[in-house]
C-alpha cells in the first residue's frame, strides 16, 4: 500500500525568506501523481502545485517549486520571498496512475514571522 | 480551476436528527466524488468514493447505514449523516474530478456540530 509521510508537524520561517517543507512516500508503482496542497485557517483546500512522476523537471508555480527525487521517493516543497497569507496546514499527497484516490501526508503547519 | 460548491458551511443539528450535504460541481461534470471527513489538526481520512450512477465505495470503518452517500446526477453528490450523535460533529469535504483532469477540486467543506 501506498504511503505518505510528512515529519514536520510545524515549521516557521521568517517573513520574505525561503522555506523547504518535506515529504516522503513509499510505492511500487512507475506512473503516479504528487500534490502540494494548502488549507487555510478557512480550510478551504488549494491545490499548490502537481508533478507527475514521468517528468524529470520539477515543477515550478511562481514562488512554490518542487524537489522530485523519484529514486529516493522524496517530494519537497519549496517557497520562496515567504508571505504572511502563506501561513496554513500543507498536505502532501499521492495519487496513483489507475486509481483517483488520494493518499495523504499527515499536515506540516508552516507559520510565517512578521 | 473548475469550481465544486459545498453546502451548507456549517450546520448545527440536533442528536437523533439527519443533516444532509450537498456537492455540486459547477462548471463540469463530475464522473467521481470523494467524502472526506478532517478531525482538528488531523489530515482528510477518505470515507467514501462514489461514481456518478452506482453505489458509492465505503473504506473500512466507515458505517454506510450511517453515512448515506448519493451521486445520482454528474453535477451533485449528497452525504446524509443519518441519526446524527455529537461523536459525528466534525468537519467534512467533497471532492469531484471529472474524466479528464488529474487533480480532484474541493468544496469549501462543512462544519457540522451535533447538540
Known amino acids: 500500500a501506498q504511503t505518505v509521510t510528512q515529519s514536520q508537524p510545524e515549521m516557521s520561517v521568517q517573513e520574505a525568506e525561503t522555506v523547504t517543507l518535506s515529504c516522503t512516500y513509499d510505492?511500487?508503482?512507475?506512473?503516479?501523481?504528487l500534490f502540494w496542497y494548502k488549507q487555510p485557517p478557512s480550510r478551504q483546500m488549494i491545490l499548490v502545485i502537481r508533478?507527475?512522476?514521468?517528468k524529470q523537471q520539477n515543477a515550478t508555480e511562481n514562488r512554490f517549486s518542487v524537489n522530485f527525487q523519484k529514486a529516493a521517493k522524496s517530494f519537497s516543497l519549496k517557497i520562496s520571498d515567504s508571505q504572511l497569507g502563506d501561513a496554513a496546514m500543507y498536505f502532501c499527497?499521492?495519487?496513483?496512475?489507475?486509481?483517483?484516490?488520494?493518499?495523504w501526508g499527515a499536515g506540516t503547519k508552516l507559520i510565517i514571522k512578521p | 480551476g473548475a469550481v465544486v460548491s459545498q453546502h451548507p458551511s456549517r450546520v448545527i443539528c440536533k442528536s437523533g436528527t439527519s443533516v444532509k450535504i450537498e456537492c455540486r460541481s459547477l462548471?463540469?461534470?463530475?464522473?467521481?466524488m470523494f467524502w472526506y471527513r478532517q478531525f482538528p489538526k488531523q489530515s482528510l481520512m477518505l470515507m467514501a468514493t462514489?461514481?456518478?450512477?452506482?453505489?458509492?465505495?465505503?473504506e473500512q470503518g466507515v458505517e454506510k447505514d450511517k453515512f448515506l452517500i448519493n451521486h445520482a446526477s454528474l453535477t451533485l453528490s449528497t452525504l446524509t449523516v443519518t441519526s446524527a450523535h455529537p461523536e459525528d460533529s466534525s468537519f467534512y469535504i467533497c471532492?469531484?474530478?471529472?474524466?479528464?483532469?488529474?487533480?480532484?477540486?474541493f468544496g469549501q467543506g462543512t462544519r457540522l456540530t451535533v447538540v
Open positions: 462548471d463540469f461534470q463530475a464522473t467521481t
Open positions: 462514489s461514481n456518478e450512477g452506482s453505489k458509492a465505495t465505503y
Open positions: 499527497a499521492y495519487r496513483g496512475d489507475s486509481n483517483y484516490q488520494l493518499i
Open positions: 471532492s469531484a474530478r471529472d474524466g479528464q483532469d488529474t487533480e480532484a477540486f
Open positions: 510505492t511500487s508503482e512507475s506512473d503516479y501523481y
Open positions: 508533478q507527475e512522476a514521468y
